[in-house]
Structures are given as C-alpha cells and as structure tokens.
C-alpha cells in the first residue's frame, strides 16, 4: 500500500508560478514511477508530467517549457514547479504512484489560475 498527500495548490494570477509537493508513505520501496495529473471541470483527467525512480521524465506537450518535475532520492516526495501559468491550468492535481500492482493516487489540490 501507498499513501499520497499533495499540498502546495492555491489561487495564483496568470503568469505566476505555484509548486505542489506530493508526500509518500508505505510501500515506497516498490514505486516505480510518480506523476502528477489534473482534471479540469467537466473535463476527464489528463497526464501532466511522470519521473521514474531513475529520473527519467515525461511532459504533457501543454506544459513543457513552463513546468518542472523532480523528486528526492528516496521517491519520498514528488514536486511539480508550475511557472508561467494559464487560466487553462486551473484545475484539481492529482498525485500518481505506480507500483507493480496497482495506481495509487491522492486526495488531489486545487490550483486555481486567475486571468
């Protein structure tokens, strides 16, 4: 089992930067990769970014250049810096870990982008 909790979202004017944190307990040793996605009103849930326990990384093409994802060590924590952002950003982000056996996902953060 793997626990999620993300923190950090919140009300930000367009072109401003936000960073979430999402903090992991459990099983981390069995992670492979963490991510981050986000789901708009009305909208299904979408990939922001991925980072795998080798640092490897993967960009939804609507945030690359503006947003950043990187992790500790130990894949206790997962971070996505948010810069430059849209009122297209505004949205719940959900914090992913994959583990062999199944997705585990948190409770989700509101980042809310003002134009």
């Known amino acids: 089992q793997v626990q999620l ?24 040793f069995s992670i492979n990769f963490m991510g981050w996605y986000r789901q ?23 945030v690359k250049g503006r947003f950043t994802i990187s992790r500790d060590s130990a894949m206790n924590t997962v971070y996505l810096q948010m810069n430059s952002l849209k009122s ?3 949205a719940v982000y959900y914090c992913l ?16 982008v003002s134009s």
């Open 5 to 28: 909790v993300e923190s950090g979202g919140g009300l930000v004017q367009a072109g401003g930067s936000l960073r979430l944190s999402c903090s992991a307990s459990g099983s981390i």
């Open 40 to 62: 708009a009103p009305g909208k299904q849930r979408e990939l922001v970014a991925t980072i795998t326990r080798g640092g490897s990384t993967n960009y939804a093409d609507s």
């Open 88 to 90: 297209e950003d505004t």
């Open 97 to 112: 870990g994959n583990t062999i056996r199944d997705n585990y996902w948190g409770q989700g953060t509101q980042v809310t």
